[in-house]
């Protein structure tokens, strides 16, 4: 009998439990398309910075939520949801049109940063995305190449063919393209000549513990041999401290992005971490070593 109710009890907690998530996700669903005219998301651009020539001209755009009662939702969580439901399509044409706002902000005050956005599956299965990118870039009287795309594995793995003509219709008009989190997808390495892509993005899970972790270090090796052989740029994402900077550095990747150089900042922010990025530069380097 006891072990009966405790049983009951459990499930009971469960089952609420899961109502609990599943009514956070209605909630989302439904809040979701007029958050996006309300404010309550935004764009945050985290710092790509470049070893060899210790600058920073390029970013990632990253969306936030910002939910009345929900408080803050990670994006992980609401991308997610996006995508199983369709919504993504509404996710990814408002952050186009921030980030080409804001690009077209930055061309006007002369400081040069090109942006990256990431992309789902449902976009890339979109045949007219590299139309309607057009159209949004002719819009704002921006060129292509002040736009990158960033896109997982996974999504292209969806339907390979078709995801690889949206790919080379957009890096046709001289969109750079990213495939992000490599090392954590499906796909392997020999997969990654047939894509139309120009960098490579080594997931956080290599870079986070490579100097204490001999085989992260030699995956990060690797595979950085392995894109420079194919012509491609290797960024390393999720870098928090100075001793993996001299990994990265020692293996030759080209670019770093994380926590290190800063967290993703709203632009306003962003634009000041930039006026001290490159004076300070000995701070983040060091004083003797220029090589990169
Ligand atoms: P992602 O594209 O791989 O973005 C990198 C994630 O790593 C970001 O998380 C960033 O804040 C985080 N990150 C960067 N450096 C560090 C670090 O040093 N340490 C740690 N712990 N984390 C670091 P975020 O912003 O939470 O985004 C998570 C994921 O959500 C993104 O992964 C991307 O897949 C998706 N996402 C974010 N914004 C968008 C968007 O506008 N559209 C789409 N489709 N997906 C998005
Ligand atoms: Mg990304
Ligand atoms: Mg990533
Ligand atoms: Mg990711």
């Not at 949206?166 to 954590?184: H, P, S, Y």
Request: proline share 4%; aromatic share 6%.
């Amino acid at each position: 009998m006891v072990h009966a109710k405790v049983r009951h009890d459990h499930l009971a907690v469960y089952q609420s439990g899961q109502d609990e998530s599943h009514q956070r996700e209605l909630t989302i669903l439904r809040d979701l398309p007029l958050s996006l005219k309300s404010g309550q998301m935004f764009v945050v651009y985290q710092p790509k910075v470049s070893l060899g020539q210790q600058i920073c001209h390029s970013s990632e755009a990253l969306i936030r939520w910002q939910h009345p009662e929900l408080g803050f939702i990670p994006p992980d969580e609401f991308i997610r949801l996006a995508e199983h439901s369709g919504l993504i399509a509404l996710v990814t044409d408002w952050m186009i049109d921030q980030v080409l706002a804001q690009l077209t902000r930055w061309q006007q005050q002369q400081l040069k940063m090109k942006v990256a956005i990431n992309l789902s599956a449902h976009d890339l299965l979109n045949p007219e995305l590299p139309a309607q990118m057009a159209s949004r870039l002719q819009h704002f009287q921006l060129s292509p190449s002040a736009l990158a795309l960033e896109v997982t594995e996974g999504a292209v793995m969806q339907d390979p063919a078709q995801v690889i003509h949206v790919l080379t219709q957009l890096r046709d008009m001289g969109i750079e393209l990213a495939i992000d989190d490599f090392g954590t997808g499906q796909s392997s390495l020999a997969y990654l000549k047939q894509l139309p892509v120009h960098e490579v993005k080594i997931d956080r899970a290599f870079i986070k513990d490579i100097e204490h972790n001999q085989n992260d270090e030699l995956i990060v090796q690797a595979t950085t041999q392995l894109a420079h052989g194919l012509g491609l740029k290797v960024t390393a994402e999720g870098l928090e401290n100075v001793a993996g900077l001299a990994k990265l550095q020692q293996h030759g990747v080209d670019t770093v992005q994380g926590y290190f150089f800063s967290k993703p900042l709203p632009a306003a922010a962003f634009e000041q971490w930039l006026q001290t990025f490159e004076p300070s530069r000995d701070r983040w380097f060091g004083r003797s070593d220029n090589s990169g």
